[in-house]
């Protein structure tokens, strides 16, 4: 595979999780590259020149620096071919492509796209610890060597997630993960390790989560079911699928597209509900299940997986809850959105501001910079 520009640091063998991204300017045409003794990503040094021929494995003695001490912590070099805060744009096909009798919002196109634009600038907990990133962020490369396993941590993941923040789910399936691995399950959580606990002793792994006895007691259960009536693995139908107790449409149709490529209906969340009826994309309802039902009469099937994503990540960075950032939101700047908060999109940006804007849950530091030119 050849692809440049991203990488991302895991530690497989050790104790500290270390998940970044680094920059390179080069292409690289391997997939992966195991270096040892690597501990920052300051220490690692990656240019053409040390790329064997032959494999994937840069041997140890084209290392540096070469002072590095002989541990046992290893590094796998990842080099993934999708940001995951990158969404395709709708193009004027895919307008084309809806049925007259289709009733699609007016300019949904334009306010999808500025979405699109703002996301690719700025990371948000759910592009790095959401739950599709879990089982990749707790056991790497799971998704290729065990997919059933990988299956089985996205249930869990999803099933963990509902009132609780990305952050601490992601803690939570780490804690439930490495605590399994020290028990002696290779695998670490699977379906075939979590059910020699007790109900009590999931609930201790993830005592951080929102109602986490409930969801204890749900996972046992779950877990019971799968094992009877589905084989140990995660059914292939929404139907099935929601017959797990805790799991509703939503948790469904992720599970659907993340552990099986299939693209039945559209996952909406709290952010999708809220967003999709502030912008009259749907009509006002309690029901998420309505707005999913709405969304799909009109929205192409190919954005059904990307709007997760797309929207949690703008609805936990930029369009906040109760604390909207109208002024760096391109949406007010570019009157797409009549929610706008005119007093903020007004207001010049400040010293004060910026930095209230730096703490948020994303690194704004680009859309910031972009927004000051624009305006
Ligand atoms: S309310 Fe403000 S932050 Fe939210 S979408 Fe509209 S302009 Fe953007």
Known sequence: MTVAKSKRLREVNGTDVLNKRVKTEETLSFESITIPNIKHESDLIITPSIKPESDSVIPSNKLEPDSISNTKKYLTVEIEDKKPNVFAKVTS????????????????????????????????????MGCERIPEGISPNVAKTNPRVFRFQLLISLMLSSQT????????????????????????????????????????????????RKKAAYIKKA????????DSDIPK??????????????M????????????DGIGVDVHIHRLAQMWGWVAKSE??????????????????????????????????????????????INKLCKSSNKKLLNASMTDARRAKLLKGRGNLTELITEIEDLV
């Open 93 to 128: 096909d895919d307008v084309d492509s809806i049925p007259s009798t289709c009733k699609a919002p007016p300019k949904w196109s334009e306010l999808y796209n500025e979405v699109v634009a703002m996301r690719s600038k700025f990371l948000s907990p759910v592009d790095t």
């Open 165 to 212: 923040k990305d952050e601490v789910n992601f803690q939570a399936m780490r804690n439930l993960h490495s605590g399994l691995m020290a028990l002696g399950h290779k695998d670490g959580l699977s379906l075939e390790s979590i059910v020699t606990l007790s109900e009590g002793e999931i609930d201790a792994f993830i005592s951080k989560v929102g109602f986490h």
């Open 223 to 230: 877990c019971a079911i799968l094992q009877s009536n589905f």
């Open 237 to 250: 139908n929404i139907t099935d699928i929601v017959t797990l107790p805790g799991v509703g449409p939503k």
């Open 252 to 263: 469904g149709f992720l599970l659907l597209q993340r552990g099986w490529n299939i693209n």
């Open 287 to 332: 029901k998420p299940e309505s707005t999913r039902t709405e969304l799909e009469s009109w929205l192409p099937k190919k954005f059904w997986g990307d709007i997760n994503p797309l929207l949690v990540g703008f609805g936990q960075v930029i369009c906040v809850p109760k604390a909207s950032n109208c002024d760096i939101c391109t949406l007010g």
